[in-house]
């Protein structure tokens, strides 16, 4: 619900208390009546005393200047040199696969980037196999554990995917739920316009008139569909799907395919959010007793789901963020932030204030829900509303039930390690939030 703050003036009653004082007898002696009369002329000179010489309230001392708001301090992370030899798993990781995603997200780099020399020389690269990769980033990257402020050097991995729907381009009685593309009302600004130093940040909200309010929540937005048939007016739809919870996860991976019954696929991308904080649904449902710890996977909260009905719109609404669609014509894989086709395995999101988009990343985590070592390199491609934080990746698992069979397990510790073009400065941390790529 939008909550409009109004400010009201102060209204203080100055009033008057009146005492009138009644003869109770027409009988009075005269000198009751002269002394009444005397009291009353005493109290009238009095009155008009007052009135001739007002009394002249002080001065008041001139008000201080209030004092300037202190800029937020923006979190800053470190980046300490590291020998390749150090990394855990080096010297023994394939990398040939992590350059060639490497360099398939060239195409997307900034010239004034200074990944650009680096990509450059990648392309230039002649047939090249693991010795070629190897030689390639121990020569054009200088490595560097990526340390949090708190000095930590252990973050959160988590895992996310691409799924796949059943669904159909018109509604049916089987297929009743709408993915939504990109509404007409939602209006995005970009604040770095007028304030640079909040690169990256971004208001979302829709017009009232001549002001610009937060948009629908997605509580409201789904209640504005209900009183339109189940459709919210203005609003495309790209497609039809059964599964309410489905659809709901395919808000939080950011993209999918949706299986039409013609035997097509239509894949679609993040187009837009509606400019709420995304919450955990799984969080939810531990903080009320639904879940423990250990159940709030996604197919622990799906098999939830599917035994309490009754429960899950709540529950969804408890997550005021909402994701909208658009088609994608991409037939390597799904699109990440930087605008390049995520490779299973060997793309992650992370957040961009930290990692820049598009650079190389050793990662040292453990396989879901196992000791199993997970050491590769990998390339940051993509960004989410919860990826926050210097050490802090999503690892991309692929398309399809096993990868996310696999994402939906992961909630890993790992440490990061940046490599960055020999020769330049480290990134410096901006203080602008990261752009989203889902709700998630």
């Not at 940040?201 to 002001?211: A, D, M, Q, T, V």
């Not at 497609?239 to 395919?257: N, Y």
Request: glycine share 10%.
């Amino acid at each position: 619900m939008r909550q409009v703050l109004t400010l009201r003036s102060a209204y203080l009653f100055f009033g008057q208390v009146h005492q009138t004082i009644r003869m109770r007898s027409a009988r009075a002696t005269a000198i009751s009546r002269k002394i009444t009369h005397i009291a009353a002329i005493l109290l009238f000179a009095a009155a008009c005393t007052s009135m001739q010489s007002p009394q002249q309230c002080p001065a008041c001392p001139a008000c201080p200047a209030c004092p300037q708001p202190a800029k937020p301090v923006p979190e800053q992370a470190s980046y300490e040199p590291a020998e390749f030899s150090a990394l855990p798993g080096w010297q023994s990781a394939t990398l040939l696969p992590g350059f060639k995603a490497f360099v398939s997200g060239c195409a997307r780099i900034q010239a004034a980037s200074a990944l650009k020399k680096a990509c450059d020389r990648a392309r230039s690269v002649d047939a090249p196999d693991e010795g070629a990769a190897r030689r390639f980033f121990e020569a054009a990257f200088s490595a560097y554990s990526i340390v949090a402020p708190d000095r930590s050097t252990q973050g959160l991995v988590t895992g996310y995917y691409e799924p796949i729907l059943a669904g159909g381009r018109n509604r049916t009685a089987t297929f009743r739920f709408p993915v939504y593309g990109v509404p007409d009302d939602l209006v995005v600004v970009d604040l770095a316009g007028q304030h640079p130093e909040l690169r990256g940040l971004r208001l979302r909200g829709r017009l009232e008139g001549r002001r610009l309010v937060p948009y629908w929540s997605r509580a409201e937005f789904e209640n504005r569909g209900r009183a339109n048939d189940g459709v919210v007016p203005g609003v495309p739809v790209l497609a039809w799907v059964r599964d309410p919870v489905e659809l709901f996860f395919l808000q939080i991976q950011g993209s999918g395919q949706i299986q039409l019954e013609s035997g097509e696929r239509l894949r679609i991308g993040f187009g837009d959010q509606n400019g709420h904080a995304y919450r955990s649904l799984g969080r939810h449902l531990i903080d009320r007793g639904e879940l423990t710890l250990d159940q709030a996977s996604m197919q622990g909260i799906k098999a939830w789901a599917q035994a309490n009905p009754d429960k899950l719109a709540d529950a969804l609404n408890s997550n005021p963020s909402y994701v909208f669609f658009r088609a994608s014509d991409s037939g390597s894989g799904p699109i990440g932030a930087l605008g390049a086709a995520l490779t299973a395995g060997y793309s992650i999101a992370v957040d961009p204030r930290f990692v820049p988009l598009g650079a190389p990343v050793f990662l040292a985590t453990t396989m879901p829900l196992s000791t199993q070592p997970l050491e590769r390199l990998v390339v940051a491609q993509d960004t989410g509303g919860a990826i926050r934080g210097a050490v802090r990746a999503d690892f991309f698992w692929g398309t399809g039930d096993a990868a996310g069979a696999q994402a939906g397990r992961m909630r890993q510790q790992g440490s990061m390690w940046l490599l960055w073009p020999r020769g330049e400065p480290p990134p410096t941390s901006s203080s602008g939030s990261p752009p989203r790529r889902a709700g998630s």
